[in-house]
């Protein structure tokens, strides 16, 4: 009888201390909750004591902080590696954010290798886990045909739930779907509706597309309602905004021209980045349209446009440096920019390549290249090519000597309207076989009495 009232003593003391080392532990140790005031207050580190334990012992939203304090530099020096860890476990542990997370490196390969299919299968977890952007971002990658099979109707089925959910870049995707049909059956009503959800929560693409919409669409993109959403765009901050209303002012199209605030709007878009507002821009400063002119501005807003492969900012600036204008004289510079800006398709480059070949400026002097050069320009509709070419055809320069040749070049560059080819034509063919009108044979005679320089390679 006393064993048994021992033995009975024994267990309920050990479940007394059992209970008493639990409530002991519970009440030193740390709750997720416990951390987020010194976060807000940006005590990073004292967040990240209360965190880091939690986290260790298996807290997924633990985890997930941080993992985003690594990622974000946050009370510890910034490591993408020991993030993508925390994120991964937060993920595996079925956390939304931290799959989401994950499966954007996978997207962009940031950390791991790049695997579209492992981005969207992370994705899905996140979205099935209830979180908007991870809905979001499937719907474009399923209009996309990124890392699944391209199927829109799938892409409106994610949008829809992103959009019903609030999210403003799903309402105006989804727009962009009912408006073209895609996915969905065509419903400009529901477009409409749904972009101006998303307009109404100050998404500036929403706002700027309402202001550029057609009639057809809605919206009449001349009526002062679209102008008003335009200008509310841009104030907003929208760059494409403020490029398009930089370019009604300077056109003087829909508003009264007003080339200095063309200026500020075009100085806006380009300090955000929009190649072409940085190109034109810089044209503003050299030429001291809307304000005074500023060489060096110029330079520096061509040198932008440019180093992002600009096309147009990069024969801009191969005019400046053969003209030794804001930078030093260099036709070897030239050269290279007009020869990588003509690479990239602009015709009026393909003629400076031509011309630089022909004279050997920064290039040793081929006029079998420059044949080939404004060729190419001439095929392309640059009449300046087609007169440049039908020259070396006249004088047998690179290319077979042919009266015939240089009359047929020369005739395409005078349908175009090239002064100095019509004057051509008029000492050369008075059969007129390139079938010009009379009227345009007799005002280029009128014209041609005190004959004109031929214009500058390449001149706007």
Known sequence: MTNQINRFCVYWMRVFLLLFIALLVAACSNDYEDGLPAYENKEYDKALKVWRPLAEQGDPEAQFSVGYMYATGQGVPADHDIALGW????????????????????????????????????????????????????????????????????????????ADKGDSRAQLALAMLYL??????????????????????????AIYRL??????????????????????????????AQYDLAVM?????????????????????AEQGVLRAQNDLAYMYLAGVGGSADLQQAVEWFRKAAAKEFPRAMYNLGQLYAKGKG????????????????????????????????????????????????????????AESAFALGNLHANGFGVSRSQQLAAKWYCLAARQGHEPALRMLISRDPENSCGLSRDVLDRARENFRAAPESPEPGKD
């Open 249 to 269: 002012y300077a056109e003087g199209k829909t508003v009264e021209k007003d080339e200095k605030l063309a200026r500020e709007w075009l100085q806006k878009a």
């Open 180 to 205: 073209e049909g895609l996915g969905v059956e065509k419903d400009i009503d529901m477009a409409m509706k749904l972009m101006r959800k998303a307009a109404e929560q100050k998404n500036l693409e």
């Open 327 to 382: 930078v030093e004289q260099n036709d070897r510079k030239a050269f290279e920019l007009f020869r990588k800006a003509a690479d990239l398709g602009e015709i009026d480059a393909v003629y400076a390549v031509g011309y630089a070949y022909s004279n050997g400026l920064g290039v040793e002097k081929n006029d079998a290249e420059a044949a080939v050069w404004f060729r190419k320009g001439a095929e392309a509709g640059h």
């Open 87 to 162: 994120y991964r476990r937060a993920a595996e542990n079925g956390h939304p954010k931290g799959q989401f997370n994950l499966g954007l490196a996978y997207q962009k390969g940031q950390g791991v290798e790049k695997d579209l299919k492992q981005a969207v299968s992370w994705y899905r977890k996140s979205a099935g886990g209830g979180h908007v952007p991870a809905m979001y971002v499937l719907g474009l990658l399923y209009i996309q045909g990124m890392g699944v099979e391209k199927n829109p109707v799938v892409a409106a089925e994610w949008l829809r739930k992103a």
């Open 211 to 240: 202001g550029m919409m057609n009639p057809a669409r809605g919206v009449d993109r001349n009526s002062p309602d679209a102008l008003n959403r335009i200008r509310q765009a841009a104030r907003l901050g929208y760059a494409q």
